[in-house]
């Protein structure tokens, strides 16, 4: 379908090309060019297309790091991503998401291996909204990214499983994280992302949806049960959220640029060889009153 925004103000809409990746989950939006300096319409339109599709490809983009910046920007404040040695020398808002090596030293974080299921930020106290990656240098195979739609497994749920989270907090480690896919934090670094808690279910800061708010690869226990039944609950849960009903997959082409969701959803990478990859990501936080993240019972909507 063709969707522009009417918003007054900012110039004339650009006609977006909004095609549905999936029922209910994810749009491939053709006929925009991230600028630094978007119009307040196209901003406005690519708002309500991400709160209501989850996740947004916008393809065959040709921007510079100031635009990622600018582009990103108009749609929340920015974070400087607290691993500082792979942060863009120019543009400290975007992190580096490669395997590629110059003088001696890997420019960015994850390298080639597998990346497991994961939340953007849940470790922290008021975590990213949202994540714009962009394909700079790709492979010739391998990479492909997978997102799972947090919203709709939840709502899936037996709802004798949903009563039973009802409230429920889990532990979220960033520590676990790297131990599994990335590379040691430092003691600086660490002391910024200590171990904290996080409610299982998460109320959207803008839509009011509710979704599952954990991840195999962050989330370590459910408070207030011994190990061994929050072990078993967890793999429920993370197996349940996996199916391929609930999962998008990604093959990148160089230019793509991906927005997601990081209230809705989580994601994972494959494995890659046979070439350098370079992706640049800009990680948007919610406004400050709705930055920590809560769950607002059901029976209240």
Not at 76 to 82: A, D, P, R, S, T
Not at 240 to 266: I, P
Not at 279 to 294: G, H, Q, S, Y
Request: net charge negative; proline share 7%.
């Amino acid at each position: 379908m063709s969707s522009a925004s009417n918003t007054p103000g900012g110039g004339p809409p650009t006609l977006l090309d909004v095609t549905s990746l999936k029922a209910g989950f994810g749009a491939r939006v053709s006929g925009l060019q991230i600028s630094a300096a978007p119009s307040a319409v196209d901003v406005t339109a690519v708002r309500e297309l991400w709160h209501r599709h989850k996740l947004l490809v916008l393809p065959a983009q040709q921007v510079e790091e100031p635009d990622l910046v600018g582009f990103s920007a108009a749609l929340g404040k920015l974070e400087i991503h607290v691993r500082a040695e792979y942060l863009s020398p120019q543009h400290p808002e975007l992190l580096y998401v490669s395997n590629m090596r110059r003088e001696g030293r890997t420019i960015g974080i994850l390298a080639d291996r597998e990346v497991g299921w994961h939340y953007d930020q849940i470790y922290l106290p008021k975590p990213a909204v949202g994540s714009l990656l962009c394909a700079v240098t790709l492979p010739e195979a391998g990479g492909d990214t997978y997102f799972a739609d947090m919203v709709s497994a939840y709502a899936a749920l037996p709802a004798r499983t949903r009563e039973r989270l009802a409230g429920a907090e889990a532990i979220q480690s960033y520590a676990a994280f790297n131990a599994m896919y990335s590379v040691p934090t430092t003691p600086e670094q660490a002391a910024r992302t200590p171990d904290l808690r996080q409610p299982v279910v998460r109320t959207h800061p803008y839509t009011g949806e509710q979704a599952l708010y954990l991840c195999p690869g962050m989330t370590t226990r459910i408070t207030g049960m011994a190990q061994h039944e929050s072990d078993a609950l967890l793999q429920e849960l993370f197996d349940w959220s996996v199916q391929e009903r609930f999962v998008y997959r990604h093959r990148w082409e160089k230019g793509d640029c991906v927005l997601w969701d990081n209230a809705a959803t989580m994601h994972r990478r494959d494995p890659f060889s046979g070439g350098e990859r370079l992706m640049k990501r800009t990680t948007i936080l919610p406004d400050d009153d709705r930055a920590r993240p809560f769950y607002r019972a059901e029976s209240s909507t």
